[in-house]
């Protein structure tokens, strides 16, 4: 069983910065791939970075590519994502997850376990 917890979230202004962090309580972290997921109200979820068990390869959907950057330490079984130039419509809760693929992958149903999830408020 893993656990995961994010943190990080909070309101911010058009334009600012915010870090995410999730703490993994597993010893074998780096055997995971970890990804961000977000859902905004009456929105499904969706794929937002992923990152491999390294470190080394990292995918980010469209809307956030040169915005948003995913990192991990593996030695504190934790995985970042920062975010910087919010728009309003990345107001969400997001959510990290633990993968057991070999890949960075953006499907949710390949994500085995799930945080409480941060919510993430940027006014215009």
């Known amino acids: 069983q893993v656990q995961l917890v994010e943190s990080g979230g909070g309101l911010v202004q058009a334009g600012g910065s915010l870090r995410l962090s999730c703490a993994a309580s597993?010893?074998?972290?780096?055997?995971?791939?970890m990804g961000w997921f977000r859902q905004a109200p009456g929105k499904e979820r969706e794929f937002v970075a992923a990152i491999s068990r390294s470190g080394g390869t990292k995918d980010y959907a469209d809307f956030v590519k040169g915005r948003f950057t995913i990192s991990r330490d593996n030695a504190k079984n934790t995985v970042y994502l920062q975010m910087s130039s919010l728009k309003p419509e990345d107001t969400a809760v997001y959510y990290c997850?633990?993968?057991?693929?070999?890949?960075?992958?953006?499907?949710?149903?390949?994500?085995?376990?799930w945080g409480q999830g941060t919510q993430v408020t940027v006014s215009s």
């Open positions: 997850a633990a993968s057991l693929t070999t890949i960075p992958t953006m499907r949710p149903e390949l994500y085995r376990y």
């Open positions: 597993v010893r074998t972290f780096n055997t995971y791939v």
